[in-house]
């Protein structure tokens, strides 16, 4: 039980990371239809370049987790959205290569910022749509890999919320690497983003709330939601906070221009802790709790050096690469 739990923390751990980091550098491609000048999109393509494919490792590390751990809930969750999952990462292939061959194209450059903008939006719908379905459940019996079972309302809405709050990540990220007519413009659409992004988490909420029994309970049963009722005043704050320093933004306070991108991210962190509040302890909602699909305890102990070894080196290069590429995206521009 204690260490099929410590596995449970340390997935939510890394789908967090994943959510965090590349949900900014997809953000990135869901933004890009709104900037039509080259300079603007070689400056987007330039603040991501240094990170991007280092932000996917917690993607593999996550599913690395998820397969070794919890072998019967990897089965389960891949075979049963093996659709969404294949387009996922055929999505995200075809970002990676158009990151690899605009920077040295001429004529077809136009092709590969299609390919960008459409692997990151396909990919963070997804991603979205997943989430939503995971939400909802798998009817009992369901494991047709060309079943379309997770195609539902709540999975469709829940998918272009994800996008809205990853464009939402990358509208902060743009604020605090960028200067000029850039930055007021990442400004003014943080600002929507942010109105769009709480208005869809309050949505997901309710209808969650109203359409799962089980999570209902969770919330408003007895003292529940009085116990439970920070997550929602800090989850406002944050909002708040985020909104005052984007419409306040002034040039050259780079003391306070990384303030929108923290509190976008609390706003995930306090969105994915309501719903594990929500799902506890399931992995596969009201089928598969993480202590049933965990691994023998002889498998996770076998795990476990690997995971105090790759876990710190891989918090340690991502924080130096963060540092070494600190600052504004013209400091670096040869960087790639």
């Known amino acids: 039980m204690d260490l099929a739990l410590f596995y449970f923390l340390l997935l939510g751990f890394a789908v967090f990371m994943y959510v965090l980091l590349d949900g900014?550098?997809?953000?990135?491609g869901i933004l890009y239809p709104w900037f039509d000048q080259t300079s603007e999109r070689d400056h987007l393509m330039r603040s991501i370049s240094h990170v991007w494919d280092g932000n996917e490792t917690w993607l593999v590390f996550g599913g690395v987790i998820l397969f070794a751990a919890f072998p019967l809930a990897y089965a389960e969750i891949t075979s049963t959205f093996y659709l969404p999952i294949m387009l996922m990462l055929f999505a995200l292939i075809f970002r990676g290569v158009a990151f690899e061959y605009r920077f040295k194209s001429d004529t077809s450059r136009p092709y590969w910022d299609f390919a960008f903008s459409a692997g990151s939006a396909i990919a963070a719908f997804c991603q979205g749509m997943l989430v939503g379905a995971l939400v909802q459940g798998v009817p009992d019996g369901i494991n047709q890999l060309s079943s379309l079972h997770w195609l539902t309302p709540f999975s469709?809405?829940?998918?272009?919320?994800?996008?809205?709050?990853?464009?939402l990540l990358a509208a902060c990220y743009l604020?605090?690497?960028?200067?000029?007519?850039?930055?007021?413009k990442a400004a003014q659409l943080g600002k929507r983003l942010l109105l769009l992004t709480i208005?869809?988490?309050v949505i997901v909420s309710i209808w969650t709330v109203i359409s799962q029994v089980t999570v209902r309970e969770r919330w408003?049963?007895?003292y529940n939601f009085l116990w439970l009722s920070p997550l929602p005043i800090l989850t406002l704050f944050a909002a708040l906070v985020g909104w005052k320093a984007l419409h306040q933004h002034e040039p050259h306070k780079?003391?306070?221009?990384s303030v929108p991108f923290w509190c976008a991210a609390t706003l995930f962190l306090l969105g994915f802790a309501g719903l594990v509040v929500g799902l506890f302890p399931y992995l596969l909602p009201r089928q598969l709790t993480f202590m049933s699909a965990a691994s023998?305890?002889?498998?996770?102990v076998f795990l476990l050096p690997g995971v105090c070894i790759f876990v710190p080196l891989i918090c340690a290069y991502t924080l130096w690469g963060y540092r070494v590429f600190a600052g504004k995206v013209e400091d670096y521009q040869e960087g790639y």
Do not use: C, N, W
């Open 175 to 184: 604020y605090m690497k960028s200067r000029g007519e850039l930055q007021h």
């Open 296 to 300: 023998p305890d002889s498998s996770l």
């Open 199 to 201: 208005s869809a988490m």
């Open 24 to 28: 900014f550098d997809l953000g990135i």
């Open 156 to 167: 469709i809405f829940t998918g272009f919320a994800v996008m809205a709050g990853y464009a």
């Open 254 to 257: 780079s003391r306070f221009e």
């Open 220 to 222: 408003f049963d007895g």
